[in-house]
């Protein structure tokens, strides 16, 4: 009788012992923020969180909070350092706003990318890593992978149509908070005006701006062309989705979960990245239907233009050489 007794109590002290390993080692759900409206990056977000689910045994769960729930870009990747959030799903382009990542400026330095398929060379190659590093380090985050093609930014406006940039004098257009395409739509004579993009269409419908600049599938999504009148196809910018991690949230994850991370990113991306060209596409019907027009501007003139306007910016927004390292990206 006692031996039984015994034996029962080892194995309660067992079970209660497994009960706090397991409770040790429970993941908490991570929180993901993005700034784009949710109808447009939120499929993406999701899918992600799934892949991720399936691959870990529903160990790793996120939530994703659109639209700037959790802050604008500075304000996310402060966070990624201080801990008020755990991930970040964004433009690869914003890279510049991180800690010690100036020389990413040159990212959205219009027309850097000759095209999508130069773009993503460049984010597969030694170059990308060789920039990435250091600013990883510096600003406290892991980059867990890249998610998605992003089409390439378009230029909207309410009142004006825009056939080269003589066209866009005193324009005020939104931009997204980083210093190259500030400086460059200076250059072409607009007035950049950032605002959130969470507060956008608001500022659009008011106007505070005449337009902004995002790919066709932004337009569309957040139904933009219900503001707005001409979009003129300037393809100026080209980037994609990537997905960021807090450092020590990334430390303290197994190496099976770290490897379930970048899978589930790179599982995302064959998803997404075809997904997201397709929806491009029939958002330009969607905004031709919705009364838009769709204009082809002189791209010649805005090459031109830009090129005049970013050769200054070497030694400066960017470390000098950047520029022409990522151009000779094969």
């Known amino acids: 009788m006692k031996s039984i007794r015994s034996l029962l109590g080892i194995a309660a002290l067992s079970s209660l012992s497994l009960l706090t390993l397991g409770h040790v080692q429970a993941q908490p759900t991570l929180r993901m923020a993005y700034v784009a409206p949710p109808p447009v990056w939120g499929p993406i977000a999701e899918r992600f969180a799934k892949e991720v689910a399936d691959r870990t045994q529903g160990q790793l769960k996120i939530q994703s909070f659109g639209a700037g729930q959790l802050g604008n870009l500075p304000q996310n990747y402060a966070g990624l350092r201080t801990g008020q959030i755990d991930m970040m799903l964004a433009d690869t382009g914003t890279l510049a706003l991180a800690r010690d990542g100036k020389d990413f400026n040159a990212l959205f330095a219009p027309y850097v990318f000759r095209d999508n398929a130069h773009f993503r060379a460049f984010i597969q190659s030694d170059t990308f890593r060789q920039m990435l590093a250091p600013v990883e380090q510096a600003a406290g985050f892991k980059y867990v992978g890249y998610v998605s093609d992003r089409p390439p930014r378009q230029l909207t406006t309410s009142n004006r149509k825009v056939m080269t940039p003589d066209d866009m004098k005193g324009l005020k257009v939104r931009v997204p908070e980083t210093p190259a395409i500030l400086e460059v739509m200076k250059g072409w004579g607009a007035s950049p005006t950032p605002v959130p993009a969470a507060e956008l269409y608001l ?47 990334w430390a303290r994850l197994s190496p099976t979960q770290q490897k379930a991370m970048t899978d589930a990113a790179a599982a995302t991306e064959q998803w997404a990245s075809p997904m997201t060209w397709e929806v491009a596409e029939k958002s330009i019907a969607t905004i031709k239907a919705s009364g838009m027009e769709v204009v082809e501007p002189d791209l010649a003139a805005f090459r031109r233009a830009a090129d005049s306007i970013t050769t200054g910016f070497d030694g400066q927004l960017w470390s000098k050489g950047t520029f022409e390292k990522i151009r000779a990206v094969k």
């Open 203 to 249: 500022a659009m419908k008011q106007g505070l701006v005449d337009g902004q600049d995002n790919g066709f599938d932004a337009i569309a999504g957040a139904k933009y062309f219900e503001v707005q009148k001409y979009a003129m196809k300037i393809d100026y910018i080209q980037s994609g989705l990537m997905v960021l991690m807090a450092a020590d949230k």
